[in-house]
Nanobody
């Protein structure tokens, strides 16, 4: 089993910044893909940013130039630096991990793991 725990959400004024963190724990040897999704009230969950362990990041068009995803592969962590926040960024942000290789048997599991979510509210 893999557990993901997010932190760093909160209330911020338009134009402000927040940094989200997500730590994965469990029998993990490595993780191929880690990323962030968000879900606003009444809307479907959508991709924000993802990054493979050794590849370039991929961003939603709506956040390009404002958000930056990074990873600490040694600690199985992923971060999302969010700058120039807008009211439309308000959502619950979820951490995601896929392609986890187990430290127990070194098998790769394609399950998608999710964190519990952290609320980000952008409002004056």
């Amino acid at each position: 089993q893999v557990q993901l725990v997010e932190s760093g959400g909160g209330l911020v004024e338009p134009g402000g910044s927040l940094r989200l963190s997500c730590a994965a724990s469990g029998r993990i040897f490595n993780i191929d893909v880690m990323g962030w999704y968000r879900q606003a009230p009444g809307k479907q969950r959508e991709l924000v940013a993802v990054k493979t362990s050794g590849g370039p990041p991929n961003y939603a068009d709506s956040v390009k130039g404002r958000f930056t995803i990074s990873r600490d592969n040694a600690k199985n962590m992923v971060f999302l630096q969010m700058n120039s926040l807008k009211p439309e960024d308000t959502a619950v942000y979820y951490c995601n991990a896929q392609g986890v290789r187990s430290s127990f048997d070194l098998r790769r599991y394609e399950n998608a793991y999710w964190g519990q979510g952290t609320q980000v509210t952008v409002s004056s």
